[in-house]
């Protein structure tokens, strides 16, 4: 009796490791398709019409400070979580 | 009125409960799970804060996060789609978690806390800002927040009034001071998000002149920074902004090698390194400073954000700036951040008067007597009860006084990152080789590295150049000074090699058992300073349970463990504890 039930729980272990592993494969291959397709594309078209996500290549200002501003808000904006 | 404030998912992972605006528990979670900075979401620090008040989560009127979710996404997203197709690693690498957990905040507090009411997300930077202003001493106050990154802001600097909080100006990713030093860490071979205060004091064995350091001339090209403290990184040094490491090929080059590795000799170049980093973070601070000041024309600075718990800088802040005074929380980092959410709802969107200041870092859990003499009976570990409190203070002195290194566990556990004499290991600094004999028997931690001092507040301008009046920092071991020249051989233990330490103040107000043993060490050896090193290994949390602390005694060379008034030693107990749960349990 003990030797099954080891057996069942070795084999439900065996199991999550196998669906793990299997979760794994599938996550990269879905991600590398978002990546390529979605982020690949998106990147391209922003390239063409020169948008830019980050300011990696600012140029020299005579500050960098930025106007920020950040006080209290009405209550409902803090349940927003952007 | 209950509101929990929780952080989690970067670093620090963190939970803090507010009864009526006054802090009534606070934890990090890495204590509970035993993982070094774990990140993950803070469900043990949160049943203790709940259990802590015995209440449940149906008590709780509000939840806080410490940052906007969704903002932070759009600049991970923002970095992807600029990077393309240089990110595609990090990209698998985030992805998942940000799918899985990130993006499922809400979700998971329901779930997991079977909680159905408010969930407020406070800005990340406002929750470093509220974290500490809200609970200071100050009614008034210049607020400057450093880190590495929050959703998109790495800096900000404003002014808080009463209980109203104005961030006026910001610093946007990717220009960020926090991770500029966290390159040059991972660059010197330690580990970003844990290893920077090593660094600083690796700082103190470099050329800390800036005229013959050449790697502080080297370094001022990685950022253009203007007079008002306002800055721009270099790109063209860090790779932070799409790959796992931080430092480029042009950084290796600009500081004449490559990345150090971990296990690598630390040769004079990675110390002038470490020292031209140290001048730089202080020149730009010290900018900033003056600009913070000159726009709010207050004399209080608050300051938070991981870069505050830069303890070499703090100590130099009064003296550089026109600031008069100074507060820090006693965890200025992420950590900190459950406090300053909860804090934020509390006063400022709910609009109630700021009622509480911190005054001692004690937050964490305590452990009756009888919890302590259970664990100990249950566990068959040989101890002595010493009857009063007076006794116990006058044979932990004197085990101190005899070199013996001891395990200190008393009340409740320290918010922070800094053992603060409630899970404290104590030793006796007169002895010259105690540091040696610290790093052989428990701590095992780089040479270079300094242990830190422990004095009364009313003793500490005798042996240290301290700011005068102290500023409360002290307390919670966030500022480095001088030790006067003529004590420095005296208490070499605890003097870094630029002769200066950082120390921690104590007030009896604050612990008065901890004060009177230092005053009862005083007396034997004549100097009232004690050793105050974190009870942990190197490389795991510091203690939180007594079977956690006995643990890492029977696993160390601790010699005595003093815990509530039981004193166990370590020669009288089985040894395999350590790698056994046979013996103890928790």
Same mark, same amino acid.
Request: proline share 4%.
């Given at each position: 009796?003990?030797?099954?039930?080891?057996?069942?729980?070795?084999?439900?272990?065996?199991?999550?490791?196998?669906?793990?592993?299997?979760?794994?494969?599938?996550?990269?291959?879905?991600?590398?398709?978002?990546?390529?397709?979605?982020? @690949?594309?998106?990147?391209?078209?922003?390239?063409?019409?020169?948008?830019?996500?980050?300011?990696?290549?600012?140029?020299?200002?005579?500050?960098?400070?930025?106007?920020?501003?950040?006080?209290?808000?009405?209550?409902?904006?803090?349940?927003?979580?952007? | 009125?209950?509101?929990?404030?929780?952080?989690?998912?970067?670093?620090?992972?963190?939970?803090?409960?507010?009864?009526?605006?006054?802090?009534?528990?606070?934890?990090?979670?890495?204590?509970?799970?035993?993982?070094?900075?774990?990140?993950?979401?803070?469900?043990?620090?949160?049943?203790?804060?709940?259990?802590?008040?015995?209440?449940?989560?149906?008590?709780?009127?509000?939840?806080?996060?410490?940052?906007?979710?969704?903002?932070?996404?759009?600049?991970?997203?923002?970095?992807?789609?600029?990077?393309?197709?240089?990110?595609?690693?990090?990209?698998?690498?985030?992805?998942?978690?940000?799918?899985?957990?990130?993006?499922?905040?809400?979700?998971?507090?329901?779930?997991?806390?079977?909680?159905?009411?408010?969930?407020?997300?406070?800005?990340?930077?406002?929750?470093?800002?509220?974290?500490?202003?809200?609970?200071?001493?100050?009614?008034?106050?210049?607020?400057?927040?450093?880190?590495?990154?929050?959703?998109?802001?790495?800096?900000?600097?404003?002014?808080?009034?009463?209980?109203?909080?104005?961030?006026?100006?910001?610093?946007?990713?990717?220009?960020?001071?926090?991770?500029?030093?966290?390159?040059?860490?991972?660059?010197?071979?330690?580990?970003?998000?844990?290893?920077?205060?090593?660094?600083?004091?690796?700082?103190?064995?470099?050329?800390?002149?800036?005229?013959?350091?050449?790697?502080?001339?080297?370094?001022?090209?990685?950022?253009?920074?203007?007079?008002? @403290?306002?800055?721009?990184?270099?790109?063209?040094?860090?790779?932070?902004?799409?790959?796992?490491?931080?430092?480029?090929?042009?950084?290796?080059?600009?500081?004449?090698?490559?990345?150090?590795?971990?296990?690598?000799?630390?040769?004079?170049?990675?110390?002038?390194?470490?020292?031209?980093?140290?001048?730089?973070?202080?020149?730009?601070?010290?900018?900033?400073?003056?600009?913070?000041?000159?726009?709010?024309?207050?004399?209080?600075?608050?300051?938070?954000?991981?870069?505050?718990?830069?303890?070499?800088?703090? @100590?130099?802040?009064?003296?550089?700036?026109?600031?008069?005074?100074?507060?820090?929380?006693?965890?200025?980092?992420?950590? @900190?951040?459950?406090?300053?959410?909860?804090?934020?709802?509390?006063?400022?969107?709910?609009?109630?008067?700021?009622?509480?200041?911190?005054?001692?870092?004690?937050?964490?859990?305590?452990?009756?007597?009888?919890?302590?003499?259970?664990?100990?009976?249950?566990?068959?570990?040989?101890?002595?009860?010493?009857?009063?409190?007076?006794?116990?203070?006058?044979?932990?002195?004197?085990?101190?006084?005899?070199?013996?290194?001891?395990?200190?566990?008393?009340?409740?556990?320290?918010?922070?990152?800094?053992?603060?004499?409630?899970?404290?290991?104590?030793?006796?600094?007169?002895?010259?080789?105690?540091?040696?004999?610290?790093?052989?028997?428990?701590?095992?931690?780089?040479?270079?590295?300094?242990?830190?001092?422990?004095?009364?507040?009313?003793?500490?301008?005798?042996?240290?150049?301290?700011?005068?009046?102290?500023?409360?920092?002290?307390?919670?071991?966030?500022?480095?000074?001088?030790?006067?020249?003529?004590?420095?051989?005296?208490?070499?233990?605890?003097?870094?090699?630029?002769?200066?330490?950082?120390?921690?103040?104590?007030?009896?107000?604050?612990?008065?058992?901890?004060?009177?043993?230092?005053?009862?060490?005083?007396?034997?050896?004549?100097?009232?300073?004690?050793?105050?090193?974190?009870?942990?290994?190197?490389?795991?949390?510091?203690?939180?349970?007594?079977?956690?602390?006995?643990?890492?005694?029977?696993?160390?060379?601790?010699?005595?463990?003093?815990?509530?008034?039981?004193?166990?030693?370590?020669?009288?107990?089985?040894?395999?504890?350590?790698?056994?749960?046979?013996?103890?349990?928790?």
């Amino acid at each position: 009796m003990r030797r099954i039930k080891h057996f069942f729980k070795e084999f439900r272990e065996g199991l999550k490791d196998f669906g793990e592993n299997i979760s794994i494969i599938v996550n990269t291959i879905l991600l590398s398709l978002i990546y390529l397709i979605g982020v @690949g594309l998106t990147s391209m078209i922003a390239k063409i019409v020169k948008k830019k996500f980050l300011h990696i290549k600012e140029p020299k200002k005579e500050s960098y400070w930025t106007d920020l501003n950040l006080k209290k808000n009405k209550r409902e904006e803090y349940y927003k979580q952007f | 009125m209950y509101i929990l404030g929780i952080g989690c998912y970067y670093h620090d992972s963190s939970a803090a409960l507010l009864k009526d605006g006054e802090i009534v528990a606070a934890a990090q979670e890495e204590r509970f799970s035993r993982k070094k900075h774990d990140t993950s979401f803070p469900i043990n620090a949160i049943i203790y804060c709940l259990k802590s008040q015995n209440i449940t989560i149906k008590d709780i009127d509000h939840i806080g996060f410490y940052e906007k979710p969704f903002l932070k996404f759009e600049r991970i997203l923002s970095q992807h789609l600029q990077m393309f197709p240089l990110s595609f690693k990090t990209f698998l690498n985030s992805m998942p978690s940000w799918i899985n957990e990130k993006l499922r905040i809400i979700r998971t507090i329901r779930k997991e806390l079977k909680y159905k009411k408010d969930i407020l997300f406070i800005e990340h930077h406002l929750s470093h800002a509220a974290g500490s202003f809200l609970i200071s001493p100050f009614e008034k106050a210049a607020i400057l927040t450093i880190d590495g990154v929050g959703e998109w802001t790495t800096t900000t600097c404003g002014i808080g009034n009463e209980n109203d909080i104005n961030l006026m100006k910001e610093i946007k990713f990717p220009n960020s001071i926090g991770l500029i030093y966290s390159t040059i860490t991972s660059y010197l071979g330690f580990s970003v998000n844990n290893s920077e205060y090593k660094v600083m004091g690796l700082s103190s064995y470099g050329d800390m002149n800036k005229s013959t350091n050449k790697y502080y001339k080297k370094l001022k090209k990685i950022i253009d920074l203007k007079e008002d @403290g306002s800055y721009k990184n270099n790109m063209n040094y860090f790779i932070y902004h799409y790959a796992d490491k931080m430092p480029s090929r042009e950084l290796c080059k600009l500081l004449d090698g490559p990345i150090r590795k971990p296990d690598e000799e630390i040769t004079k170049r990675h110390k002038d390194i470490a020292a031209a980093l140290q001048l730089l973070t202080e020149d730009i601070i010290t900018k900033i400073l003056n600009y913070v000041h000159k726009i709010t024309k207050c004399d209080n600075l608050i300051l938070s954000g991981g870069v505050a718990l830069n303890s070499v800088y703090n @100590g130099r802040i009064l003296r550089n700036t026109r600031f008069k005074r100074i507060w820090i929380q006693p965890d200025p980092g992420d950590g @900190g951040t459950s406090i300053g959410t909860a804090s934020y709802i509390y006063h400022s969107i709910l609009g109630n008067k700021r009622n509480f200041i911190l005054k001692d870092a004690y937050l964490g859990p305590g452990y009756s007597t009888e919890e302590v003499r259970n664990f100990l009976d249950k566990n068959k570990i040989k101890y002595t009860e010493i009857k009063s409190e007076k006794e116990l203070l006058e044979k932990t002195a004197r085990l101190i006084y005899k070199d013996n290194v001891v395990g200190w566990f008393q009340g409740r556990m320290e918010w922070g990152p800094r053992a603060l004499g409630a899970r404290s290991i104590l030793s006796n600094p007169c002895n010259k080789k105690m540091k040696e004999i610290l790093n052989i028997k428990v701590k095992h931690r780089e040479k270079f590295r300094p242990f830190a001092p422990v004095v009364c507040e009313d003793d500490a301008l005798k042996y240290f150049d301290c700011d005068i009046p102290i500023p409360e920092p002290a307390d919670f071991m966030l500022m480095v000074y001088p030790i006067k020249k003529q004590w420095q051989k005296e208490i070499s233990a605890v003097t870094h090699v630029d002769g200066s330490g950082r120390l921690q103040t104590i007030r009896r107000s604050q612990n008065h058992l901890y004060y009177d043993l230092i005053k009862q060490f005083g007396k034997l050896s004549r100097i009232p300073i004690l050793i105050n090193t974190s009870f942990n290994i190197r490389g795991e949390p510091i203690v939180c349970t007594p079977y956690d602390a006995y643990k890492c005694m029977m696993g160390t060379g601790i010699d005595y463990l003093v815990i509530d008034k039981f004193l166990i030693r370590r020669d009288d107990n089985p040894k395999d504890k350590w790698n056994s749960e046979k013996y103890a349990n928790d």
